[in-house]
Each structure stands twice: as C-alpha cells, then as structure tokens.
C-alpha cells in the first residue's frame, strides 16, 4: 500500500508549500508504509516532550534555553525517529524521515525564510505614535492584508512599525498578543493564499473564492469583537502611562515606504508557490522512495534566489535601521525541524481515524447515524491545530468528513466551514499554531517587549479568543 501524505508546513504564508503536491503525493511504489492503526499513544511523548520544552523551558531556564532550543529540538526528533527504525525497521523510518524533510521541512522552512528575508528588506517608515487609534489601525490594514499575501508576509512587513510605534510605551505587550491573534492568524481567511489549510482545500477541488464568500462573515465577526477589545483595551492601559509619545521638534518623518522593490520581491514569492500548484509536469525525482515532484524543486530554487536577491537589492544600512537579524528564522528553523519530524507519529495515528489511538476523539465528529456534526468539526479541528499543525489537521478531518469538495461545498458546507474555521482562527491559540506567531514572539523578545509564557499567552486566548469561537459556534454551527 503506497504511503499517501500532504506537506504539512505550519502556519501562515505557508499558505502555498503544499501547492507542490497537487491533488494527491502518493510515495513511490513499494515504498513502506507506517500504519497508525499498529501504534499506541507512547509514540507522541516525544512530539509532546518537545512541545513542553517549547511551553516551560524559556520561562523555567531561559538561559540554558536560549543556547540550547536546537538541541532539545534535536533531541526529541531522535527520540521519534530512532524507535521508529528499531520498530520498523530502518527502511521505513529512513523514508519517514525524508518524507517529513524533503516535502515539508524544505520547503516550509525556503518559503518561510523567503518571506522573512524579503519583507524585512521593507521599511514603512513615518513617525507613528502608538495611539490606541493608530494601532488599531494596523491591525485593521495587517489583517486585511494577510488573506491576499499571507500571514508571514503581512506579519513580518507590520511587526516593525508596531514596534516602533510603540517603542515609547510602557504598557505594550497587549499590542503584540493582539498582533498575533488578528495578523499572524485570523486574517488569513479569505483565500487559499492566506492559510496553509485553505490552500490545501483548493488543492482539493475547493473553488479559490469558496473562503471568500462563506470564511468572510465569520472572520468580520471576529474583527468586530477582538479590534474594539483592543481598542478599549489599549486605551486602558494609554491612559495609564508615565508620559505623552515624544515628538522631537524636526525629527518627524513623513510615511512612506523604503525597500518598494521588495515588494516586487514578495509578488514573486507568492506568484512562485502558485506557479507549483498549476504547474504539475508529472516528473519526479525519487530519493529513498520519495518522489520530490520538478515543481518543488523550481519553486525552492526560486524561492532561494528571491531571498538572495532582496539581500542584494536592499539598500544598504535599511536592514540595520529596521533591527533585523537572523535570529528570529533560525530559531523557527531549529524547532520546526523537530516538530516535523517528532510529529510523524501523531499524524499517522490521527489517519488511522476510528481505527486508531485517537478514535474516541475522531468518533465524536458524527452522529450515531452518520450525520456529521458541525460544531464538533469547529472545535476538534481547531483544538488539534492549535498545538499541532493547521495544515494537516484540516486535511486529517476533511477525509473523515467525505472529502468529496463538491458534497463538501454543497449539501456539508457547514462542515466544511467548520472545518476551515477552526483550522484558520484556533491557529491564534498558542505560540506553536502558525508559524508567524513564534516568529513575532522572536522579534518582540529581541526587542525587549516583554512577552507572556507559553502558557501566559494561552491565558490571554482564553479570555479573549475562546468567547469569540463560542459565538462563532452559535452564529454558524
């Protein structure tokens, strides 16, 4: 039986890895297959390891974090694949692992590095005061450009100014939880190119503006409720601080933007991942029994020589006076190595469905008649994606719901919001949902805004994200 996977790249801008693949990537012939079915819930303590690691250690041992997340990242990746090939045997974990690097990992990390590398050749510059208006303001304009360029781009071309907007105040975390919640997430989910999970159901047959006309009216209710929170919110803590923004006589700065020729740079980024979800040759080069379709080798290529590129093109000093540095993406690079391959395990048990570990979770998506239940989809979906992967969950429960997109669309398209939705929005959770929440999470530190804990930053979700998702149950499933 030939092993059948998705890439499964987390969080934003991801939105296009999995374009690569096509409709369906299936391994190989003679390729060894992993059967969830066969495996117990021992095999994701090492996935869960990495997750508690990720949750205390930065606030239990900062330090020995800080110098150390690449090898506790290492560490719990050998923990998954080392059992897997003594259990296995080698053949199968080898081609696990190289499944998990060459179709995920590759190009997750290209594309993600690709956006981080461009947008940060992109200064908005203008003397910003951090007002509550003016920052609501580019939460507004962030999460309205997150569904069209994605999640990691509107992310990384808005967290600076914020910062510097905001670089006066005291009070000021609150902007960046807000930051993650609407921008990094709940902004990506008008089309397919916002959020990993949409662009894998357009793979899927989905029509491109199916998340526009029934992802729209659940996303404005999101904004209508978290943008005046924050609003009342900010005002709150405005009005609480030691002194008014400084305006340096002559020192002001009209707007305006540095760096425009990145912009093209980011059109090519984004017109380089559709490119390999239109352009399907049928050519594969096959390493290990997996094939790496030619169009993800193209766009990794050109993804790199964009990047490359922008590092050439930006004029020279902007990237100093913006404060980038490397930090942020190799951190995500080191930790994601881990999450992709220790999280192999958990997916192939979440595929068994009923007839695996996790079929007391998957059986309560349906009624005992077989009518699937919406609002089960909304929160297991979500619920999954927040500490797992977006992408593949979504694609986990649109199997179990049918996958047919035409029923899907049709007669079960509230299932398929509820899909959608919960994959999309529950993202914003935690740190680890979508990868432009740890990589603002990793700007913000590096420029002393003190940030909550793992288990901080779920506090606030739960305060003001879970009320939200409880209205959304009501309104729409």
Partial sequence: MPLVRKARPIGAALALVLASAGPALAAAEGAPHLDGTTMGLAWAVPFAALLLSIAILPLAAPAFWHHHFGKVSAL???????????????????????HAVLLEYVPFIALVGA?????????IKGTLRGTPAVNTGLLLV???????????????????????????????????????????NIGGALTPLGDPPLFIGFLRGVDFFWPLAHMF???????????????LLDLWFWRREPHAPPVPAGRTEALGIEG????????????????????????????????????????????????????????????????????????????????????VPVLAMLKAGTAGAFAPLIAL?????????????????????????????????????????????????????????????????????????FMVLAICKERGIPMPSFFGFVGWSAVFLLPVFVLLTVLFF
């Fill in 260 to 343: 425009r020729r990145n912009l093209l740079l980011i059109a090519g980024v984004v017109g380089a991942v559709l490119m390999s979800g239109v352009w399907r040759p049928g050519i594969d080069i096959t390493i290990h029994h997996v094939p790496v379709p030619l169009q993800d080798v193209v766009r990794t290529a050109l993804l790199v020589a964009l990047a490359a590129l922008s590092l050439a093109i930006t004029p020279r000093g902007l990237r100093g006076r913006m404060g980038f540095t490397w930090f942020p993406i190799v951190e995500v690079a080191k930790l994601f190595a881990g999450i992709f391959v220790a999280i």
């Fill in 115 to 123: 956006l981080y590398v461009v947008s940060g050749g992109v200064r």
């Fill in 76 to 98: 719990c990746a050998a923990a998954a694949a080392l059992p897997l090939a003594a259990v296995h045997g080698l053949d199968l974990a080898l081609t696990e692992v190289l």
């Fill in 365 to 437: 998506v349906s009624t005992a008649d077989g009518q699937p239940i919406p609002a089960v989809y909304f929160w297991l979906t979500g619920g999954l994606s927040s500490v797992l992967d977006n992408a593949p969950t979504y694609l986990v429960f649109f199997n179990l719901a049918g996958g047919d997109p035409q029923v899907l669309m049709g007669r079960d398209a509230a299932t398929l919001l509820a899909i959608s939705a919960g994959a999309v929005f529950m993202g914003a959770m935690t740190y680890i949902g979508n990868a432009p929440n």
């Fill in 217 to 231: 009216w659940p996303m404005v209710v999101c904004v209508a409720v978290l943008a005046p929170a924050f609003f």
């Fill in 142 to 184: 962030g999460t309205a450009l997150a569904g069209w360029i994605g999640t990691t781009a509107a992310a990384m071309l808005l967290v600076r100014p914020m910062i510097e907007a905001n670089a006066w105040r005291r009070h000021r975390t609150h902007v960046f939880v807000f930051f993650i919640f609407l921008v990094a």
